[in-house]
């Protein structure tokens, strides 16, 4: 009801359980004045004003509950997708970073002073002004991230695994390039002190252990780096002589092998059970073996004076030349690279005969 309806109806009491509408004041009242009458424009009754607790007008007044707002469910799917691809994403990283090729990519390292690596007696010590460079190279197993990367590198070779590594685990190569940058430090320092007319002797120290393959015995008892002095009791010298005596013994022995862990310490005793396994020495080519070892020589040095090599974190043989130089120029007046800047690489014999690149 509005106050239009009052119109033509008789003037009276409102009927009966009828509340009579009280008028809206629109404006100022004085005191003792009848208010202005209703503008006939205004709703009746008034809309509450908007609930401060509910902010912009059009909420909905105070005490009445509404549903909580849900998106469309393809707004929804939209805002999820981009979460989705990126986990995707990561997971496939993840997943690819980890799973080895049968390739290891070779990359140019660096060319730095062998001169930092090489500590000789003061007393015989020489300044050295135009150190040789020792050079290196950076290997990684290849992974199925990494493969496109090196394959657009122009300065990458890749190689396979048996390339690199032999018909030995990959596992190995580390303690395999420990182990000959170990001998190539050796002959390096035997070389150089030879050529200089220093005297140096030799002498067969038993059997290093060169690397184990996979399925055999060796694999579970032996390590690279390990030198074997006995068999039984049996003096072994040289990796002639191991396989030697392992040739008196058959399938199903078991043999107690004098161990040096690492080629230093004192030996210990290691129980072996031999077992003929058949493995593949070259590609194309399998042996049957019973301890499943590489042997190679175990040779200590006597040196006239005390010379240490210490190249960190650089394995392989082929820094064998460079560190003979190196020893060579800080036992010597004057610059054996006549001022020039000289890079070398390759390996090196104890008697100064020079091999080719082999790391």
């Known amino acids: 009801m509005t106050a239009d309806d009052d119109e033509g109806q008789p003037e009276g009491p409102a009927p ?90 070779i990359q140019p390292g660096t060319a730095q002073s062998v001169q930092q690596f090489i500590t000789v007696p003061p007393a015989r010590s020489h300044p050295v002004t135009h150190p040789v460079l020792l050079t290196d190279v950076q290997i990684a197993r290849v992974t199925a991230l990494s493969y496109l990367f090196y394959k657009v590198q122009g300065d990458t070779d890749l190689q396979p695994v048996s390339a690199v590594v032999g018909p030995f685990p990959p596992s190995q190569l580390v303690a395999q390039g420990n182990l000959e940058m170990s001998q190539a430090e050796s002959a390096a320092k035997a070389a150089a002190l030879t050529h200089l007319g220093y005297p140096v002797s030799a002498s067969a120290a038993g059997a290093v252990v060169a690397g184990t393959f996979a399925g055999t015995p060796a694999e579970s008892t032996l390590s690279v780096g390990d030198v074997i002095t006995a068999i039984d009791g049996v003096p072994v010298t040289t990796a002639t002589g191991l396989t030697a005596t392992l040739a008196h013994y058959h399938s199903g022995q078991t043999v107690t092998l004098s161990v040096e862990p690492g080629g230093s310490g004192p030996a210990r005793p290691v129980t072996v059970t031999l077992r003929a396994t058949r493995v593949e020495v070259a590609p194309g080519e399998t042996v049957v073996v019973n301890l499943g070892i590489q042997p190679e020589d175990q040779v200590d040095y006597h040196y006239p004076f005390p010379v240490t090599i210490n190249v960190a974190d650089i394995g392989g043989p082929s820094a064998g030349l460079a560190m003979t130089l190196g020893v060579m120029d800080a036992l010597t007046d004057g610059s054996i690279t006549g001022g020039h800047v000289v890079a070398a690489t390759g390996t090196i014999a104890a008697d100064g005969t020079v091999g080719a690149v082999g790391g």
């Not at 909905?60 to 986990?87: C, D, F, K, N, Y």
């Open 16 to 105: 009966t359980g009828v509340p009579t509408p009280v008028p809206e004041f629109t404006g100022p009242v004085s005191a003792g004045a009848d208010p202005a009458p209703p503008d006939p424009t205004t709703r009746w009754p008034p809309p509450p004003p908007p609930s401060p607790a509910m902010g912009a007008p059009g909420a909905p007044p105070p005490g009445v509950m509404t549903p909580p707002s849900v998106r469309p469910p393809a707004e929804r799917r939209r805002r999820r997708w981009p979460w989705i691809v990126l986990a995707v994403l990561v997971v496939t990283v993840a997943v690819a970073s980890r799973v080895n090729l049968d390739d290891y990519a």
